[in-house]
């Protein structure tokens, strides 16, 4: 967890470590994991900032697992409000999957044992509660697998979010254009305690509606190309990279010639990304937890909710090199600095010259992709038409035509192979995530796709998305949008699979 500044870099041992966010491993008894939700402080902008996290036993931020690992993990409710942690992609029994739908509220100072076999991967943990999210309440949760030890990659997380310095409640209501007013009543029972997340003095800049766009590389959207689009309904004071923005960023020792694999997970309430490499060629190589067949490039989308890991080889010329996250329709730009022993570190703005197009209604990457493992081959049982509706004035997102709190659950039998359209007719992209199941993206638009296993995809305005998975665990099983904003004012429903005679 030792952080370096630029200054202080080049006389750091080369022995100290990679990541910020690599998460330290920590055994509460001799199998078990701990993590306590609760606050901690952390300096953005030069302010100090207080923010919630998941802390483990050894005072990092999330967990890793090594092969074999179970999930046994005793989390403690350290906050001084209610709160309910969801493993975003594990796909855990139903009684365990941390969402408020199904799963009751861990109350002030109570503590929960969890235990499943979890799925490898690069996934992360989050509050099911929208203002407890923009908070901050998250953390990576890296399983790793045999094949990634015998690789012998130096991995690296980049844990991305948005911060700012308004209360969680003010960014809803600005977002939503509402003077005041608790948002998100049905997620979050217990509403914040003003008091304990109070960020500062200083009064912030404004926030509002930002970065109106066209769609853009919309290949397979046919007609829709060069729409006008909503992008960024909010200004968040900074973007952060492992809690760290680039005027002071995380500096990662690395080898010359040393083999990266670099773990990124879009923990953002509402902000979308480029990921780029700036020249070094990548591979990207897994998406949301799941191989893929590997895509070279150096520029990567990636939605709220989504994660990807890309393998960097880096050269032997021991100059340092950053990964940035550019933040889509706009120019502010967060990241990292992977840097040889003795490299100069470079200062980076956190505004780039130019602005970075939309990610949303570009779907070329993900019309590239391909899973390593696809589904097997089945036809579908059942066949859904979901409709993603809403506008940016009234702020209402709706599932089916209804808000989460007049929803009507989609039943489908355990077992089957259903087949999803995403069909959004608003003129924002909604990332949707699926709890309890991964999916495979079968067409973009009208277009047949063999694409990724993902659990969270990025729908573009005016556009669809169809998915492929089998029904699991009878359960009612939440599916959302991953944009804060979007969730807490209606975008939510449930999948409820219904156990078969």
Same mark, same amino acid.
């Given at each position: 967890?030792?952080?370096?500044?630029?200054?202080?870099?080049?006389? @750091?041992?080369?022995?100290?470590?990679?990541?910020?966010?690599?998460?330290?491993?920590?055994?509460?008894?001799?199998?078990?994991?701990?993590?306590?939700?609760?606050?901690?402080?952390? #300096?953005? *902008?030069?302010?100090?900032?207080?923010?919630?996290?998941?802390? +483990?036993?050894?005072?990092?931020?999330?967990?890793?697992?090594?092969?074999?690992?179970?999930?046994?993990?005793?989390?403690? +409710?350290?906050?001084?409000?209610?709160?309910?942690?969801?493993?975003?992609?594990?796909? &855990?029994?139903?009684?365990?999957?941390?969402?408020?739908?199904?799963?009751?509220?861990?109350?002030?100072?109570?503590?929960?044992?969890?235990?499943?076999?979890?799925?490898?991967?690069?996934?992360?943990?989050?509050?099911?509660?929208?203002?407890?999210?923009?908070?901050?309440?998250?953390?990576?949760?890296?399983?790793?697998?045999?094949?990634?030890? @015998?690789?012998?990659?130096?991995?690296?997380?980049?844990?991305?979010?948005?911060?700012?310095?308004?209360?969680?409640?003010?960014?809803?209501?600005?977002?939503?254009?509402?003077?005041?007013?608790?948002?998100?009543? !049905?997620?979050?029972? @217990?509403?914040?305690?003003?008091?304990?997340?109070?960020?500062?003095?200083?009064?912030?800049?404004?926030?509002?509606?930002?970065?109106?766009?066209?769609?853009?590389?919309?290949?397979?959207?046919?007609?829709?190309?060069?729409?006008?689009?909503?992008?960024?309904?909010?200004?968040?004071?900074?973007?952060?990279? *492992?809690?760290?923005?680039?005027?002071?960023?995380?500096?990662?020792?690395?080898?010359? *010639?040393?083999?990266?694999?670099?773990?990124?997970? +879009?923990?953002?309430?509402?902000?979308?990304?480029?990921?780029?490499?700036?020249?070094?060629?990548?591979?990207?190589?897994?998406?949301?937890?799941?191989?893929?067949?590997?895509?070279?490039?150096?520029?990567?989308?990636?939605?709220?909710?989504?994660?990807?890991?890309?393998?960097?080889?880096? &050269?032997?010329?021991?100059?340092?090199?950053?990964?940035?996250?550019?933040?889509?329709?706009?120019?502010?730009?967060?990241?990292?600095?992977? !840097?040889? #022993?003795?490299?100069?570190?470079?200062?980076?703005?956190?505004?780039?010259?130019?602005?970075?197009?939309?990610?949303?209604?570009?779907?070329?990457?993900?019309?590239?992709?391909?899973?390593?493992?696809?589904?097997?081959?089945?036809?579908?049982?059942?066949?859904?038409?979901?409709?993603?509706?809403?506008?940016? *004035?009234?702020?209402?997102?709706?599932?089916?035509?209804?808000?989460?709190?007049?929803?009507?659950?989609?039943?489908?039998?355990?077992?089957?192979?259903?087949?999803?359209?995403?069909? +959004?007719?608003?003129?924002?992209?909604?990332?949707?995530?699926?709890?309890?199941?991964?999916?495979?993206?079968?067409?973009?638009?009208?277009?047949?796709?063999?694409?990724?296993?993902?659990?969270?995809?990025?729908?573009?305005?005016?556009?669809?998305?169809?998915?492929?998975?089998?029904?699991? #665990?009878?359960?009612?099983?939440?599916?959302?949008?991953?944009?804060?904003?979007?969730?807490?004012?209606?975008?939510?429903?449930?999948?409820?699979?219904?156990?078969?005679?």
């Amino acid at each position: 967890m030792t952080r370096y500044s630029r200054r202080g870099f080049l006389a @750091a041992s080369a022995a100290v470590s990679g990541s910020l966010l690599l998460p330290a491993r920590a055994r509460a008894a001799s199998d078990r994991f701990s993590l306590t939700a609760s606050t901690r402080t952390i #300096e953005v *902008n030069g302010r100090a900032a207080t923010v919630m996290g998941l802390t +483990n036993g050894a005072g990092g931020q999330g967990l890793t697992l090594d092969p074999g690992q179970r999930f046994a993990v005793d989390l403690a +409710n350290g906050l001084d409000v209610e709160t309910i942690i969801h493993w975003h992609g594990q796909i &855990p029994p139903n009684a365990l999957d941390g969402a408020p739908n199904t799963n009751p509220m861990l109350k002030v100072g109570e503590r929960r044992a969890y235990d499943f076999t979890p799925r490898t991967g690069t996934f992360w943990m989050h509050s099911h509660i929208p203002q407890q999210e923009i908070a901050m309440l998250a953390a990576p949760l890296i399983v790793r697998s045999p094949e990634e030890i @015998a690789a012998d990659r130096q991995e690296v997380v980049m844990f991305l979010h948005d911060f700012s310095f308004k209360s969680p409640e003010e960014v809803l209501a600005e977002t939503s254009g509402s003077t005041g007013g608790h948002h998100g009543e !049905a997620h979050a029972p @217990a509403p914040m305690d003003h008091g304990a997340m109070h960020h500062g003095e200083a009064k912030a800049p404004t926030g509002g509606m930002s970065g109106m766009g066209k769609m853009q590389g919309m290949a397979g959207m046919g007609s829709m190309s060069g729409m006008p689009m909503d992008l960024n309904d909010f200004d968040f004071d900074a973007y952060l990279a *492992n809690d760290r923005t680039l005027d002071d960023p995380e500096v990662v020792t690395v080898e010359r *010639n040393g083999r990266i694999r670099m773990r990124i997970i +879009n923990g953002s309430s509402m902000t979308a990304y480029w990921i780029d490499t700036v020249g070094l060629q990548a591979r990207l190589v897994a998406v949301d937890g799941d191989a893929v067949e590997p895509l070279t490039g150096t520029r990567f989308p990636i939605a709220s909710g989504q994660r990807m890991e890309i393998d960097l080889d880096m &050269p032997g010329d021991g100059v340092a090199r950053p990964v940035l996250a550019l933040r889509e329709g706009a120019h502010e730009q967060t990241g990292l600095i992977l !840097a040889p #022993e003795g490299a100069a570190v470079p200062r980076l703005p956190t505004r780039a010259e130019t602005e970075t197009p939309p990610v949303a209604g570009d779907m070329r990457q993900e019309l590239a992709l391909r899973a390593a493992s696809p589904l097997a081959v089945r036809e579908p049982d059942v066949r859904q038409m979901v409709m993603l509706g809403g506008t940016m *004035n009234p702020y209402v997102w709706t599932i089916n035509g209804a808000v989460w709190e007049d929803h009507m659950p989609i039943a489908v039998p355990q077992g089957a192979r259903v087949e999803m359209m995403f069909h +959004n007719m608003s003129m924002m992209a909604h990332p949707m995530h699926l709890h309890g199941h991964v999916f495979q993206v079968v067409a973009i638009g009208d277009q047949p796709v063999q694409g990724a296993l993902r659990d969270t995809v990025f729908v573009p305005a005016m556009g669809s998305v169809t998915v492929a998975f089998d029904a699991g #665990e009878a359960a009612r099983w939440m599916m959302h949008c991953h944009h804060m904003g979007h969730l807490a004012k209606g975008m939510m429903t449930e999948l409820q699979v219904r156990a078969t005679a």
